[in-house]
Every structure is written in structure tokens, then in C-alpha cells.
């Protein structure tokens, strides 16, 4: 599917647009979750790792920020 979804687009669609897009992201999402799961392919489940640990990284940095003197070894 796409790779964002823009906010001018969604508020272009009509309610039964944004209803079928949504079941197929949810459909997307749940085979993403298996594939996770099962261990499949993984160009499908670099999708889904991308979006996750971006995110998680960045609630990490900006929470947890490295100290400069803690990096001596």
C-alpha cells in the first residue's frame, strides 16, 4: 500500500472510502503480525520494524539522552 497517508487526502474521501481503507490497512496490519510471528519473509516484516522502531528510538533519545562522559572506555 502506500507509504504515508497524507491528511489533505484523507479528508478529500468520502466516509465509505475511509472505511474501505482502513479495513484494508487493518487486513495489512494483521498479516504483518503473523509474518512477525511465524517468521516470514523479511522484506514484509522490515515494514513494519521501519514505522516501530523508529518511533521507539526516538522516545528513547529524547527521554534517555547519551551522556558525553559515560562514553569513555
Do not use: C, W
Request: overall charge positive.
Amino acid at each position: 500500500m502506500e507509504k504515508r497517508i497524507k491528511v489533505h487526502e484523507l479528508r478529500s474521501k468520502s466516509k465509505q472510502e475511509l472505511l474501505a481503507q482502513l479495513k484494508d490497512l487493518k487486513a495489512e496490519l494483521a498479516l504483518l503480525r503473523v509474518a512477525k510471528v511465524t517468521g516470514g519473509a523479511p522484506n514484509k516484516l522490515s515494514k513494519m520494524e521501519v514505522s516501530l522502531k523508529t518511533e521507539r528510538e526516538k522516545k528513547r533519545e529524547m527521554y534517555f539522552p547519551m551522556r558525553k562522559f559515560a562514553i569513555k572506555v
